[in-house]
């Protein structure tokens, strides 16, 4: 419970931010910020690694948000530690019998 709260104050102050960037980029494309205060090339400082680790974050919370929320509308959990599928459930194609192939 405290992680989810926690995972969801970091996502808040993630959209907070990037609303905040929009709304200073569109004011400077539009013209109603003054040039003197932020610049075109202001935008283009920002380091590409720095952007691209800020999108992998954001797209992992909002992944363990949509797992979570299928969790309580399902009920069901995933495993993710285990690759594969349920051999149990097969029945084997020579002697008609579950749990192996």
């Known amino acids: 419970m405290v992680r989810d709260a926690q995972v969801l ?20 494309m539009v013209g109603e910020l003054k040039r003197e205060v932020f610049t075109a090339e202001d935008m283009y400082q920002v380091d590409p690694g720095d952007m691209e680790e800020m999108d992998l974050k954001w ?26 599928f349920d051999k149990s459930k097969l029945r084997c194609y020579n002697c008609k019998n579950l749990g192996h192939f």
């Open 9 to 28: 104050k970091i996502s808040t102050e993630q959209v907070a931010l990037f609303n905040t960037f929009l709304s200073i980029y569109e004011a400077l």
């Open 59 to 84: 797209q992992m919370e909002m992944i363990t948000l949509r797992l979570k929320k299928f969790q309580d509308q399902t009920g069901k959990r995933l495993s993710l530690g285990r690759v594969g």
